[in-house]
């Protein structure tokens, strides 16, 4: 099955500061609504399931074409590199982008885009990654002994600090830091919002 998503505002999403992302959480459940495939969910630490950056900070998630496991999730955002080429959220020393596959407005051509403004990672090479529009496979196994129709439901969702963005703070304590991180957690699970919403059914 096919997920579309179309960008309708004029820039790209998300914009400004680098520690906002939105992403895909999709869920598949069978006729008795048992979850049969989830990839996406937003914890309650305010994590993403099986984005590798919030697990370790050295890390990050690619930009998919093709998704078939719950721990791989399609997640539009910066990632910054440093002069060395690691990852890093820190301005000061960010060089680079490492990946940058927010979802591009209408128009924006990424093979003739400035590099300032350019699509960094696996992003590049996706012709289904283009401007307004954004389109994902997922390739679900079914476990056997569940059976159909199969009801899929597929959210954008979006989130102004992301989780890693948050906890980075803690490598350098301060009391400013640490009360910022407070506040994270405090509100973590209700961190993100849903953008937009679809539900289908598979015979």
């Given amino acids: 099955m096919d ?12 914009s400004a500061y680098p520690s906002r992302r ?16 989830e990839s996406g969910a937003l914890r309650r630490d305010g994590s993403i399931a099986g984005n590798d950056n919030d697990a370790d900070a050295a890390r990050y998630e690619p ?32 060089t680079r982008y490492l990946k940058d596959n927010r979802l591009l407005p209408r128009g924006f051509d990424k093979a003739t885009a400035d590099a300032d403004i350019a699509v960094h990672g696996n992003a590049e090479q996706d012709v289904d990654f283009r401007g307004g ?4 496979r997922y390739e679900v196994p079914i476990p056997s002994g569940r059976s159909g ?9 979006y989130q102004p600090i992301g989780f890693r963005w948050a906890h980075n ?16 957690e405090q509100h973590a699970e209700r961190s993100g919002t849903v953008l937009a919403r679809a539900r289908m059914e598979l015979p």
């Fill in 3 to 14: 997920v579309t998503i179309e960008n309708l505002a004029g820039h790209k999403l998300p």
């Fill in 22 to 37: 939105a992403w895909l959480h999709v869920i598949v459940r069978d006729a008795a609504g048992a979850v049969v495939f």
């Fill in 63 to 94: 930009h998919y074409t093709r998704i078939e496991r719950s721990d791989q999730v399609q997640i539009y955002e910066p990632i910054l590199g440093s002069p060395a080429g690691e990852v890093t959220t820190e301005l000061l020393t960010a």
């Fill in 133 to 136: 529009s954004d389109r994902v």
């Fill in 149 to 157: 129709p199969f009801t899929v439901e597929a959210a954008l969702w």
């Fill in 169 to 184: 703070l803690e490598m350098q304590p301060s009391p400013e830091g640490e009360r910022f991180v407070g506040y994270f």
